[in-house]
């Protein structure tokens, strides 16, 4: 018996595989220069605040997935709405990781307007089903880290990735930014 994978848990596949690599501690640097690799390199913010506190901020965009037919479904759906994952760690001096809660964080369009956060009522299941697989793979490809993720989508109104623009994420009393179009876009 043949089985096929739908394309949603396909894009999912793709999408995390991709993650794991942006944000893998052996990796120093990324060699490939294609549009992927450069979506992924610019949509993973790391802060590393010293004396051990790191906040981490993760843009599942779709430049993030290879501009295939196959992918096209997917690429819409994160044109549609803006996937962003957190995390606030900090480590003592033996090396243990402890995680702030994250309730919910505010995301805001070029005009600093903010972003409907989708909650149960509003989410479509494709997002709920996206969300839900992140932070499973996440956790266990990551440990403790990919644990301490917190996953959150929004309306994404005006913001799309390859547009002019830009979105910005108030987190961990700071603002993060992102420019759009992102690299890698066609």
């Known amino acids: 018996m043949k089985r ?5 848990v396909l894009w999912v596949s793709y999408v995390l595989f991709a ?9 120093s640097r990324i060699w490939s220069r294609n549009p992927t690799n ?5 949509l993973v913010i790391n802060d590393n605040r010293g004396h ?3 906040v981490m901020l993760i843009w599942i965009a779709s430049p993030m997935m ?5 992918n096209q479904m997917a690429r819409e759906l994160l044109d549609k709405y803006v996937v962003v994952g957190v995390v606030h760690a900090h ?9 702030d809660q994250v309730a919910d964080i505010q995301v805001d369009n070029e005009d ?5 956060l989708l909650d149960t009522n509003t989410t479509p299941p494709a997002i709920v089903g996206a969300l839900a697989t992140l932070q499973s793979v996440f956790g266990r490809a990551l440990g403790p880290m990919g644990q301490g993720v917190h996953w959150f989508a929004f309306d994404s109104g005006s913001v799309r990735a390859c547009t002019k623009g830009g979105v910005s994420v108030s987190f961990a009393d700071e603002k993060y930014t992102y420019d759009t179009p992102v690299p890698g876009c066609p």
């Open 91 to 99: 480590s003592s001096k033996e090396g243990i990781f402890t995680f």
């Open 4 to 8: 096929s994978l739908s394309s949603k």
């Open 38 to 42: 450069l979506a992924q390199d610019y």
């Open 19 to 27: 993650l794991i690599g942006a944000v893998s501690p052996a990796q």
């Open 52 to 54: 051990g506190e790191l």
């Open 66 to 70: 290879p501009n295939e037919p196959a």
């Open 112 to 116: 600093n307007q903010p972003l409907n």
